[in-house]
């Protein structure tokens, strides 16, 4: 499976962006999938994730209730909306994904960058 993250950029404070996130992969509906982030000198963090066929989401407390994640899975593509962004939310953001059953995640993207200035 590869995924080819996408949407990164420069916005101000208070400002949104969508990532969007694409797929290859005969089962994508299957695909647990998820939005991580990296900022610099800090460690890789969860962010979001969506449980395969159709399943429940959940968000890291920094971001719950600005982001929003979603799939559209004739496209094969994940989606992350983000608003009312902050400047704690600079960081490189990575999509991964992991199949059925599968409590790791597999597969990542090559992650875009997204900057919020103050």
């Known amino acids: 499976v590869q995924l080819q993250a996408s949407g990164g950029g420069l916005v101000q404070a208070g400002g949104s962006l969508r990532l969007a996130c694409a797929a290859s992969g005969r089962t994508f509906g299957s695909y647990t999938l998820g939005w991580f982030r990296q900022a610099p000198g800090k460690a890789r963090e969860f962010v979001a994730q969506?449980?395969?066929?159709?399943?429940?989401?959940s968000y890291a407390d920094s971001v719950k209730g600005r982001f929003t994640i979603s799939r559209d899975n004739a496209k094969k593509t994940v989606y992350l909306q983000m608003n009312n962004l902050k400047p704690e939310d600079t960081a490189v953001y990575l999509c991964?994904?992991?199949?059925?059953?599968?409590?790791?995640?597999?597969?990542w993207g090559q992650g875009t960058l997204v900057t919020v200035s103050s």
């Open positions: 969506l449980i395969g066929y159709g399943g429940s989401e």
């Open positions: 991964a994904a992991r199949g059925l059953g599968v409590n790791e995640y597999e597969w």
